[in-house]
């Protein structure tokens, strides 16, 4: 598959039209996926039979998008966020401000909400490394029994920094439920492609369940004090074992975006009639 953006460019650059390429949140199918999406494909595959013990390993599809559940009501602090962002589905491109507009990393849990095409497991001693199709990148879930860092992002000489995608521990609950929770994720991600914000004080428990051999159920719930008024679950959503065991590189290219932006999405932002 070629890089998203270099297809904009090449379709889009004559005739100046603008797509975003940050597609709603809450469609599961948008338009560059539709019915060749390969989690539909596999959706007829069966159980394939039941689920091994104490096991993720493997290569999973999912929706492009996951399907979200409603936010509650945000803090003021949250509500004052939430208005300084303007997403691609709001605003031209041009005038967006969304952190992946110039290929920053799409950060979690973000990256488990937008663009969940593919996901790998594997085990290590010690930890689970998650992978994600989007951009080749990969999370540590560490499973040795150390606790979370405290203080991340605090003013202490030994304070860790934030990280895009946070710190993450990891424990199965039972044979087939394994559980993860994260702290840390940077500010300047978004928890979504609607622009909702969220602070240093996110926790997200991450809860990953296979059903059987080729199905995996995953909940994500999210809380954080500081920009909203309760916890809350913002999805469950599944993925489908991938016989295959491969899947596409996708990758978002800041040269390639950066030409998008100055041949097609700046360009029809100024034509716009004032």
């Known amino acids: 598959m070629r890089n998203l953006f270099q297809c904009c460019v090449a379709s889009l650059a004559g005739a100046l039209v603008v797509s975003s390429f940050a597609f709603a949140q809450s469609s599961p199918k948008p338009n560059f996926g539709g019915p060749e999406d390969l989690y539909e494909k596999l959706g007829d595959t069966g159980s394939g039979g039941p689920a091994p013990r104490r096991d993720l390993t493997g290569f999973w599809a999912g929706r492009v998008a996951a399907k979200l559940n409603p936010v509650p009501a945000m803090t003021p602090w949250g509500q004052e966020q939430f208005r300084l962002h303007k ?31 593919g996901i790998v497991f594997t085990t290590m001693p010690g930890k689970m490394i998650e992978m994600s199709e989007y ?36 424990h199965w609950e039972d044979d087939y439920t394994f559980v993860v929770n994260t702290i840390g994720s940077d500010e300047r991600t978004w928890l979504d492609n ?45 993925f489908t074992w991938i016989p295959e065991q491969d899947f596409e590189e996708e990758l978002c290219v ?21």
């Open 254 to 274: 800041p040269s390639e975006q950066a030409e998008y932006l100055k041949l097609v999405a700046e360009p029809a932002a100024h034509s716009k009639p004032k």
């Open 194 to 238: 609607a622009g909702h914000p969220h602070s240093i004080e996110l926790r997200v428990e991450e809860r990953y369940t296979r059903v059987n051999h080729n199905q995996l159920e995953v909940t994500i719930k999210i809380d954080d004090p500081k920009a909203y008024t309760q916890p809350f679950v913002i999805t469950k959503s599944s």
């Open 87 to 117: 997403t691609n589905g709001e605003y031209p491109v041009a005038d967006s401000n969304d952190p992946i507009k110039g290929c920053d990393p799409l950060g979690f849990p973000r990256n488990m909400l937008f663009m969940t095409r």
């Open 135 to 170: 951009n080749r990148i990969w999370r540590e879930i560490w499973t040795d029994g150390r606790e979370l860092p405290k203080n991340v992002g605090g003013r202490s000489a030994d304070a860790p920094d934030p990280r895009w995608y946070g710190y993450s521990v990891g």
